[in-house]
C-alpha cells in the first residue's frame, strides 16, 4: 500500500456516480473522512445538475485509505495533554498526495482560524481548473498538514463539528457560478453580494395573500420604475442590515441621494 506511486490512489477514491462526464470545466476535490455526506449532497439540486451537464466534477478522498496501521487509525492525542483527538498527519499527507490534480491548484484548509468565505472569494475561484478542500474533524489538525494548503478559509466565526458542511457550502457558492450550471445566467445578475448589496424582496403569485400585496409597481410593467424599487429596496435591505457593505459597493449619485434619504430618517 505504501509502495503505491504517487498520484494513483490505490482505492477510496470515489467519484459521484450518476455518471459524471470527463474534462468538467471545475473539479471540487475533498478530503474527508466522511465522504458520504459529500456525495449525498452533491447528488442534488444545482450541484447535481451542474455534475450531470458536465460543467462540475466532485471527488471524494478518504485519509483512512491511507492509514498506516491495522486498525486504519487517523486521529491521535494531542501532545501536551487536553480534551479531543487530531488528525495525524501521515494518512492526510499520502492521501493529498494521491489526488491527481494541476500542482498549482488550491488547495483550502477548512478551518475556523482562515480568511472567512465571501462572494468575492468564490468568484475568484471559478477561475480555476481544480480545487482542493480538506476537511478537519474532531479537535482538528495537527499543526503540519497546515503546509499542504495554499489558503486557510472560514466559514464564519462559530465552530462546527467538521470542514464537510463548509466544503459544500464552497462547492455550492463557487459551483453555481459556473456558466451552464445555473438554468439562466441572468438568476445571478441580481442576487446578494452580485453587486455588492444584498437583493431586495422577491414576490411571486398571488398578488394578494392575506391582506399582504404585493406593490403595484412590480404589476405596472414600467420596467424602469420596476429596476429603481428593486434598486432603492436593495439600498435599503444592505443599508437597515449590513451597512459595512456601503463602504465597498460601487453607487451612482442617486443611490448616494437615496442614502442620504433614509439615514435621515432614522
Ligand atoms: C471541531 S472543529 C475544530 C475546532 C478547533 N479546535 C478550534 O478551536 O479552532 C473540527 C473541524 O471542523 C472544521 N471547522 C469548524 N468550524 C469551522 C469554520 N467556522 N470554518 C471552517 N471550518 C470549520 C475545521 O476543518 C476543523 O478542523
Redesign the pocket.
Known sequence: MTNEPPNQPPFAQTEHADGQPQGAVLTFHVVTLFPEEIDQYCRTSIIGRGIKAGKLKVKTYSPRDFALDKYRKVDDTPYGGGA?MV?KPEPMFACVESILRPPDSPVI??????RV?NQSLAVKLTQQTDITF????????DERIRSLATME???????????E??ALTMIDAIGRLIPGVLGKTVSLANESFNDGLLEGPQYTKPAEFRDMVVPAVLRSGDHQAVDRWRRERALEETFHNRPDLLEKAPLTKSDKEFLAKLKKQL
Open positions: 479531543g488528525l484548509l477548512t478551518t475556523p482560524q482562515g468565505f480538506l476537511c478537519g474533524h474532531y479537535e482538528g489538525f478559509v472560514s466559514l464564519g466565526d462559530y465552530v462546527l463539528t467538521g470542514g458542511l463548509p
